[in-house]
């Protein structure tokens, strides 16, 4: 497991925030994400038949970056995939995803490491995957080539993260807005503090580097989506900063989807 000298600044605070998050919210709704067969994106459970983004998940290798209590892995091994490697840095959550994964019996593999850095050969997986998980909470010019390094020629890249836009009409505090707040130049790394949870970081770069990050790496883009609370969307309890109002006029959030050459 990763010693807090081996982890960088944000990650340490990252880690604090979800271990309070953990205790508070998710744990006790793991239960309830682990149990469905559906698959869902995102803050308002966009359902995948409908997104239909996600390539065939049935004998693959699949590691999932940023994983927290690891519902997505669980919906992928329930779906078919041979082997699910769940890695997070939060040891509250892994002991969440692990409680679940004993009760329902899908054999799940959790690691506590950072996924900037991890500690698994090159060339293991087939898929690489991260829904607000990596995508969001590590650096894209570290956690991408890492998991360009992880994935076999061919595998797939697919991973969730916050719209370039909403984090544009993000204010400091408060609730997203309906007007630009943010300069798109520079954007990249977020530090955020709050009342209950403490302070936080995030990244964010824009869709063009993005773009680039990925060709620089070794992947091919195959698919991009822009998405949208569905019409009978309700605020998040945890998340209400977006309001559901807000996501159906503008695209709260995106989905990549990317081969490695």
């Not at 919210?25 to 995948?48: C, L, M």
Request: net charge negative.
């Amino acid at each position: 497991m990763p010693e807090p000298a081996d982890l960088p600044d944000y990650a340490l605070r990252n880690r604090a925030v979800w271990t309070i998050s953990n205790a508070r919210f998710t744990a006790e709704n793991a239960r309830d994400s682990w149990a469905q067969h559906r698959i869902y994106w995102g803050v308002f459970k966009v359902p995948e038949d409908e997104v239909q983004v996600l390539p065939d998940e049935r004998g693959l290798d699949v590691i999932e970056l940023g994983c927290g209590t690891a519902y997505f892995g669980a919906w992928f091994k329930k779906g078919g995939a041979r082997r699910v490697v769940g890695v997070d840095i939060t040891p509250a959550q892994l002991a969440t995803a692990r409680e679940m994964d004993v009760e329902f019996g899908l054999g799940l593999e959790l690691i506590e490491a950072n996924a900037e850095n991890v500690p698994l050969p090159d060339s293991s997986f087939d898929l690489a995957f991260s829904e607000y998980g990596a995508s969001i909470w590590c650096d894209p010019y570290l956690w991408i080539p890492e998991a360009a390094r992880l994935l076999r020629p061919g595998g797939e890249l697919v991973f969730m993260r916050t719209s370039t836009l909403q984090l544009l009409c993000s204010p400091e505090e408060g609730r997203v807005a309906d007007r630009l707040l943010r300069p798109q130049k520079g954007m990249r790394r977020f530090d955020w503090t709050d009342d209950d949870l403490g302070p936080s970081t995030d990244f964010h770069i824009m869709g063009s580097e993005l773009f680039q990050l990925l060709r620089k790496t070794g992947f091919d883009l195959l698919d991009f989506r822009e998405l949208f609370a569905p019409d009978d969307a309700v605020d998040h309890p945890w998340y209400s900063y977006v309001p559901a109002e807000w996501a159906r006029r503008w695209p709260a959030e995106e989905i990549w989807r990317a081969r490695k050459r």
